[in-house]
Nanobody, 124 residues
C-alpha cells in the first residue's frame, strides 16, 4: 500500500521561511517523481514544484521561482520544499504527490499518489 505523508506546515509571518517534507512508503523512492501542489480556499489546486528521477531538474511555477527550492534525499525517501520569503498569497494547503514516471509534469492529473496535505498560513 502506497502512502504519502507531508509535514512541516504552520502559521508564519510574511517574509518568514518554512520547510515542508514529504515521505513515501510502498514506492521505490529512487524511481518516483515527486511534486508539490497547493490549494487555497475557493481556488483550484495548482502546481508549485516538482522533481523527477530520470530528469532531476527542478520545475517551479513562476510565482515561487527564486523563493522556493525543491530537493530530494533518496537516502531518506524524502522530498523537501524549502519556502523562503513567504507571502500571504502562499497561504494554502500544500499537497505532496507522486508518480512512477521519471519526468515531472505540472498537471495534478498526472500524479497518482497524494498525501493528505499540510496547512501553510502566512500572515501579513
Amino acid at each position: 500500500q502506497v502512502q504519502v505523508l507531508e509535514s512541516g506546515g504552520g502559521l508564519v509571518q510574511a517574509g518568514s521561511s518554512l520547510r515542508l517534507s514529504c515521505t513515501t512508503s510502498g514506492l521505490t523512492f529512487t524511481l518516483t517523481t515527486l511534486g508539490w501542489f497547493r490549494q487555497a480556499p475557493g481556488k483550484e489546486r495548482e502546481f508549485v514544484a516538482a522533481i523527477g528521477w530520470v530528469d532531476s531538474t527542478p520545475r517551479y511555477t513562476d510565482s515561487v521561482k527564486g523563493r522556493f527550492t525543491i530537493s530530494r534525499d533518496n537516502a531518506k525517501n524524502t522530498v523537501n520544499l524549502q519556502m523562503n520569503n513567504l507571502k500571504p498569497d502562499d497561504t494554502a494547503v500544500y499537497y505532496c504527490a507522486a508518480r512512477r514516471s521519471g519526468f515531472s509534469t505540472v498537471y495534478a492529473s498526472d500524479y497518482v499518489y497524494w498525501g493528505q496535505g499540510t496547512q501553510v498560513t502566512v500572515s501579513s
